[in-house]
């Protein structure tokens, strides 16, 4: 392969999709090791100033229908080996961000799409986008193993075009932690994380509830929440919700046992609040989330999670069942966090498990995958075979990448 060719947000821009793509394209040119000869064509809702001093960011503005058909007729004509599309109905200008279909119907490079919303009984406006890019993609990487018949059976796609490589993930370093608890004020502390935009219905009141028990048990614990209110949620009542779980923490006298973290929380910020982690708990109601990336860094970093069965949380945590529980069932998490932040040997069992499982999400791994998979449908050489390339509107079988590394 040439180059390839990325199409997605990228940093400045504060998305988890531009953060994804920023470590896939960094990860894949070290494994590679490629020169910064890639493109990046990002999507932009401006003039895309932060990045035109950059000749290799190609700023594609999302709402100019115009701009799709004539950015793939430019990769056309590059030296371009292949496209990788983070796909997110959100990115993308038109209802839904049916724009992309523009894009992807005057391509003639072979193209790769990461799905990272996957509905189990689609529904128009976003059915027939994704079945049109699932057909003239050359293969279809999921993150979730389980979305894989949510595809054929929605869509009738062939199974061998679809590849599962998890969401990556930074490895841990070990000997920072006890540096980092120091600095985040919570040496001495068992402490609980919980992380995203604050909005009703994230399971977060449930956890609080759990807790006079869990800290009748467990005198120094402490639950970390941070992110900032959801833009649309401060648009509507402000900081109303903020302020109600505030309420409800003095009310249930957690206010020592309690932390919210309001600002924006930059990755570094997210990996170190992390590593401090005894548990990360994600307590979510929605048991449709096929992806999570926050639960993707605390698993690839090695720390032990207890999450309501979401379709990722399902996954990525197979095997562990005991870290799954109901939705909104109080005893059932303060009986699993005080069994496990009561006892450290048990704790330490489950880290080591996680960590285990976690190797796999790793970014060098991930890039590695995706490298085998770019050669496949470049008809490249992976070890001693040649690989047939993709043809367009053709399936071809696909070696599995997800066992290879």
């Not at 004539?70 to 371009?80: G, I, Q, T, W």
């Not at 759990?210 to 009542?237: D, F, S």
């Not at 699993?336 to 285990?356: F, S, V, Y």
């Not at 791994?365 to 993709?390: H, N, S």
Request: charged letters at 25%; a positive charge; aromatic letters at 8%.
């Amino acid at each position: 392969m040439k180059n390839l060719a990325y199409v997605s947000t990228y940093p400045p821009r504060r998305c988890g999709i531009a953060t994804f793509t920023e470590h896939l394209r960094h990860s894949i040119m070290t494994a590679s090791r490629r020169r910064d000869g890639d493109v990046v064509v990002v999507m932009v809702n401006d003039d895309g100033a932060a990045y035109r001093s950059q000749p290799n960011f190609w700023p594609l503005p999302a709402a100019d229908r115009a701009a799709y058909a004539k950015m793939a007729e430019k990769l056309n004509k590059s030296d371009v080996s292949a496209v990788i599309l983070q796909h997110e109905f959100g990115i993308f200008g038109g209802e839904a961000g049916e724009y992309v279909l523009d894009f992807v119907r005057a391509l003639r490079k072979p193209l790769v799409t990461t799905f990272h919303t996957i509905f189990p009984n689609p529904q128009p406006p976003y059915r027939p986008i994704q079945q049109e890019l699932a057909d003239r993609s050359d293969a279809i990487v999921v993150m979730n193993r389980r979305a894989i018949p949510y595809l054929t059976n929605a869509y009738r796609i062939a199974e061998e075009k679809i590849v599962y490589i998890p969401h990556g993930s930074p490895k841990p370093k070990r000997e920072e932690r006890a540096k980092i608890r120091r600095r985040l004020g919570v040496a001495g502390r068992k402490v609980m994380f919980t992380f995203g935009l604050l909005s009703r219905g994230k399971g977060i009141e449930s956890v609080l509830r759990a807790l006079p028990g869990v800290v009748r048990a467990v005198p120094n614990a402490l639950y970390v929440i941070a992110g900032q209110t959801h833009p649309e949620v401060r648009r509507r009542e402000g900081e109303a919700y903020r302020e109600e779980l505030l309420g409800m923490v003095h009310e249930l006298g957690l206010d020592g046992h309690v932390r919210m973290v309001n600002r924006y929380i930059s990755e570094e910020d997210l990996v170190a609040y992390l590593m401090a982690s005894d548990l990360y708990l994600t307590p979510y109601p929605g048991l449709q989330q096929i992806t999570s990336g926050t639960l993707a860094y605390a698993v690839g970093l090695g720390r032990p999670v207890l999450s309501t069965p979401y379709e990722h949380a399902r996954d990525l945590l197979a095997g562990c069942d005991e870290l799954l529980l109901p939705y909104g069932d109080v005893s059932a998490w303060e009986a699993a966090l005080r069994r496990l932040l009561g006892d450290d040997t048990a704790l330490r069992r489950l880290e080591e498990k996680i960590r285990q499982i976690g190797q796999a999400t790793h970014w060098p791994r991930v890039a590695a995958q995706y490298l085998k998979l770019l050669a496949t449908v470049c008809g490249e050489k992976v070890g001693d075979a040649t690989l047939a390339p993709q043809v367009k509107g053709k399936v071809k079988p696909i070696v599995s990448v997800s066992d290879s590394i």
